[in-house]
């Protein structure tokens, strides 16, 4: 059996099984975004919804695709940061090279995530009362705050 898809070509319908097992491939390939998964394998949001509902089995398959997608996003930083990009260079509207890019910003990430003791943001706050000293304080014997 084939049913029409928005774009009028025929496509042949897939039973539940088939459907789940594409999305969770999908939910891999795009790195965990449920959204874009659900496109990549045509399955509406609803029915993944609905199947992680009523199915443990699933939700199990559902997280352990969502983890291993993010390992996909952590591997694609680790490239652009290591490797870096191939970006395009123009002058005067044409190609005229490439260069390679890198990123910065995903190093610190990555590094921050690995080491954070090492690379976390430091923020220390400390109090104290003039000079460094202790902080002044009273302690006021047979107060009653009900009195106030």
Not at 50 to 66: G, H, L, N, P, V
Not at 77 to 84: L, N, S
Request: hydrophobic share 30%; proline share 6%; glycine share 10%.
């Amino acid at each position: 059996m084939v049913r029409p898809k928005k774009d009028g070509k025929k496509k042949p319908i897939r039973s539940p099984a088939e459907q789940k097992g594409d999305f969770l491939a999908a939910l891999i390939r795009c790195g965990g975004n449920i959204g874009r998964a659900c496109e990549m394998s045509d399955v509406p949001k609803m029915n993944v919804y609905r199947w992680r509902k009523e199915s443990d089995e699933f939700a199990k398959a559902w997280d352990e695709a969502a983890e291993r997608g993010t390992d996909t996003l952590e591997d694609e930083a680790i490239r652009r940061a290591f490797d870096g990009v191939d970006r395009p260079v123009f002058q005067g509207g044409r190609e005229v090279g490439r260069i390679r890019e890198y990123s910065d910003t995903l190093l610190i990430f990555l590094l921050k995530g690995r080491r954070p003791a090492k690379y976390r943001e430091q923020h220390k706050h400390e109090h104290s009362g003039p000079n460094g000293g202790e902080i002044p304080y009273k302690v006021y014997v047979g107060f009653d705050p009900t009195e106030v």
